[in-house]
């Protein structure tokens, strides 16, 4: 792995955590000593390399988990060690396989977005790849990603989107979960209360969803009573227009993961 971060941690711990690999197996170059020392103690018996050149030395797959504003300078420092035979996976927002391919002289790319749910095995990534990529190192790739939660194969041009729903959706999704808690304490909840009944509505609603299969609006109406409580805090939602700041917040995020992206291309 290039680049020791919290994703690089979860992605690392899941892997472990689920057997499909030891901390043995896994190589980390971070230049960040806080970094190290995280890793180190959290996965006790991870191998830590000097450089990134040498932490990709003799690899079968490379994760680049680097901040997009980083990437030209991390790729510079490991693409003339990287195995011919090496498949690198990117979870750099943004940034295209034509890019990486250019920065890193591998077309063996595969994409990844994935999300911060992966610290606690609840994630969800959407990687493609590239037409290089063999395809027992894609099951690889995807059987790895499994370890930390659900994975979802689509095309390139569809994962700045991904980025700007679930790649940032958790940072939406708990501004709404602290504005309900909110919520809750100003109608004369004690906080703790507020904040568990808040969090376990979001996740219990979530869980109705998928394991029935109907569409929010149909959960919604369903509990919409004429005259009721619920419709009356719709209204003030709507009103506030909630959902189009919602909208907007997703597609924000997504040019943004486009802009980063094209930012890094230039810088290479």
Excluded: W
């Amino acid at each position: 792995m290039i680049g020791g971060g919290q994703m690089a941690l979860a992605l690392a711990e899941g892997f472990c955590r689920a057997g499909l690999l030891t901390p043995a197996d896994i190589t980390v170059y971070d230049p960040v000593p806080a970094a190290r020392d995280r890793l180190a103690a959290r996965i006790p018996g991870i191998g830590l390399a000097p450089s990134a050149a040498a932490a990709v030395a003799g690899a079968g797959m490379v994760f680049l988990a680097v901040k997009p504003q980083h990437v030209v300078a991390a790729a510079a420092e490991f693409a003339a060690a990287l195995p011919s035979g090496a498949t690198v996976v990117s979870i750099v927002a943004g940034l295209s396989m034509d890019s990486l391919q250019t920065l890193l002289g591998s077309r063996r790319i595969i994409r990844v977005m994935p999300n911060t749910p992966c610290l606690v095995g609840k994630g969800v990534s959407a990687l493609c790849r590239s037409p290089e990529v063999p395809a027992e190192a894609a099951s690889q790739a995807a059987r790895l990603l499994g370890a930390v939660g659900s994975v979802h194969q689509v095309d390139e041009h569809l994962l700045d989107a991904v980025t700007g729903l679930s790649g940032s959706g958790p940072g939406f999704v708990a501004l709404v979960v602290e504005a309900l808690a909110d919520g809750g304490v100003k109608a004369g909840l004690p906080r703790a209360l507020a904040l568990a009944l808040a969090t376990e509505t979001l996740s219990g609603t979530a869980a109705l969803i998928t394991e029935t299969g109907e569409h929010p609006a149909q959960i919604k109406d369903r509990v919409a009573s004429p005259g009721g409580t619920t419709i009356a805090g719709l209204a003030v939602l709507e009103q506030r227009a909630v959902r189009a700041a919602l909208i907007d917040a997703v597609v924000a995020a997504a040019d943004r993961a486009r802009a980063l992206g094209q930012r890094s291309s230039a810088s290479g």
